[in-house]
């Protein structure tokens, strides 16, 4: 069965913080919930749906209905990292399709930033402490954990193997990487929540300490605490809101999700699990990549983006890194505007996960709502793609194609 | 030198790891379709077979990506290798300069201990 308009995203909430050093995880999940309700203009009684990953805490969607005092008859705990919200979008419209719940509550939230404070001050009292991780922590039973964790694997190195590969096969160079932080920083500069607002060159890029070859630390994204709730309602429900409160319908178009791993040790790094989500989102919404005048690219590193934008099909494979020159993905210059609010690069990436601010920030352009320095004209058709996990060893990419009605 | 973990092993896998110890590698590979695959499973993971057997590898390949991470006596560098059997493995290079190796450059296993564990086979340029 086909998604397209079987569902509304009615209500978008960033938490302002970013660094949440007297804020709870479960307080941050609650806080970012109660924003995007008031957003949409719905009350806590009117959500039977609810969906979180595994950054919320305890038994996720259980603790957060005890917690939150929600009646639900649907829950989701879908966990593949940071592009989780991205498919509890596509699940929540498939919910709705199906009967299921009418008004689904996603909430993303966490605090590493200010863990990594603790354990750093603690490690300095010689108390110990360790640094917190995106995911949990290295489970055991894990059948590849033997056979990769004694090479000491970290985010950076796993994403610093793709963009060495990719730097080989397609001759890309670490000067077209910087264009994306180029990019973001242009971006940022408006956003006055966000991390990082300096706008920065591409030799500020590149003359950054080398954090894992080729990788310097400006390619790298920001560390923050804080979150971000989506509401996803039935057609007529947001038709109603609409009516009420003015703004237009964000209609859900295209989804598509897909999972990549070591294939048997059948390893290609020069593609991403997007190459497989992209497409069936482009025919489920009907549109193609020229028809996306916004679009939201999970931005835990410069190549992160690179791929997507190859993968997703706005540049041929290999060509990303002369797509991203010259400032093309800068809002009012290039030809495809991305991560406005300064994303992961610049904004923030709480919880160690961008999958829900790419959302929000795309909602925000459809409705007109983004900042007017980077603001899209007219923007009717958007895009949200996330990549949760390693590029290089095993991730999960969701593709969200919205249009505004 | 880092600290080397040792590997947490599972059953089904136990054979590689008592192999390292003796300075061999060892690849899985399934009789039912012929594929070589890694990391080890008792099942095939290209047609779910359960006659899959062990397989003495060569040992050489080549980089087919690198990168070197940490400064100074902390650095290490993590590579994915393509063996000669034609699966790709992680693993790190060591005794060499990062700064000379290629990918696509020709490597040998080498087997580094670890603290109160199996051997790790690691890779240097040949």
Excluded at chain 1, 243 to 261: C, D, F, I, Q, S
Excluded at chain 1, 369 to 397: D, F, K, Y
Excluded at chain 2, 68 to 80: R, S
């Amino acid at each position: 069965m086909s998604l397209n308009g079987t569902a509304c995203i009615v209500g978008a909430y960033e938490h302002p913080t970013r660094k949440a050093d007297d804020l709870s995880v479960v307080r941050l999940h609650a806080d970012v919930a109660k924003g995007a309700l008031e957003d949409a203009g719905l009350s806590k009684n009117d959500i039977d749906g609810y969906f979180c990953a595994g950054d919320a805490p305890g038994l996720g969607t259980t603790t957060m209905a005890e917690y939150l005092g929600l009646k639900l008859r649907h829950v989701d705990s879908t966990e593949c990292g940071g592009s989780a919200p991205i498919l509890h979008v596509a699940h929540a419209a498939a919910a709705i399709a199906a009967g299921r719940c009418n008004v689904a509550l996603i909430t993303l939230a966490g605090r590493p930033r200010a863990q990594m404070a603790a354990a750093q001050a603690a490690a300095k009292d010689g108390k110990g402490g360790r640094a917190p991780l995106a995911l949990k922590p290295p489970d055991p039973d894990a059948p590849e954990l033997a056979f990769e964790l004694p090479y000491g694997p970290a985010t950076q190195n796993l994403y610093a193997l793709v963009a060495k590969r990719h730097m080989y096969e397609f001759g890309t160079t670490s000067e077209q990487l910087a264009w994306i932080k180029v990019a973001a920083s242009h971006h940022a500069q408006h956003n006055p929540l966000a991390m990082l607002r300096d706008v920065v060159t591409v030799q500020d890029v590149v003359n950054s300490p080398m954090v894992s070859d080729p990788l310097h630390r400006l390619d790298c994204c920001v560390m923050s605490d804080g979150g971000g709730a989506l509401i996803v309602a039935r057609p007529e429900i947001a038709r109603e809101l609409s009516r009420k409160n003015g703004r237009p319908l964000v209609m859900v178009r295209g989804t598509g999700e897909a999972p990549k791993h070591g294939m048997g040790g059948q390893i290609d790094l020069t593609y991403s699990a997007a190459a497989f989500s992209g497409p069936r989102a482009f025919a489920e919404a009907g549109v193609t990549p020229a028809d996306i005048q916004y679009a939201s690219l999970y931005d835990s590193f410069t190549i992160t983006v690179l791929m997507q934008l190859e993968d997703l099909g706005f540049c041929k494979k290999g060509e990303g890194g002369k797509f991203v020159m010259d400032g093309n993905l800068i809002s009012g210059v290039g030809k495809l505007p991305f991560n406005t609010d300064g994303g992961g690069l610049c904004n923030n990436h709480p919880a160690n996960r961008g999958g829900v601010t790419k959302v929000i920030e795309a909602v925000r352009q459809l409705r007109g709502e983004a900042h007017p320095a980077v603001q899209v004209p007219n923007c009717t058709w958007a895009l949200a793609s996330g990549i949760g996990g390693a590029l290089a060893s095993r991730h999960t990419a969701g593709t969200l194609i919205m249009e505004r009605l | 030198m880092r600290k080397i973990s040792a590997p947490r092993v599972l059953p089904e896998s136990l054979p590689f790891w008592q192999a390292a110890d003796e300075g061999r590698y060892l690849v899985k590979k399934c009789n039912s379709c012929g594929q070589v695959h890694h990391y080890p499973r008792d099942i095939c993971p290209f047609c779910l077979s359960a006659d899959t057997v062990w397989q003495e590898s060569h040992g050489t390949g080549v980089v087919y990506s690198f990168s070197t991470m940490g400064k100074d006596e902390a650095a290490y560098t993590m590579a994915y290798v393509t063996l000669d059997e034609g699966v790709t493995v992680m693993s790190n290079l060591v005794d060499c300069d990062p700064a000379q190796v290629r990918i696509g450059q020709k490597v040998r296993v080498v087997f580094t201990p670890t603290e109160g564990g199996h051997a790790v086979p690691m890779f240097t340029p040949v």
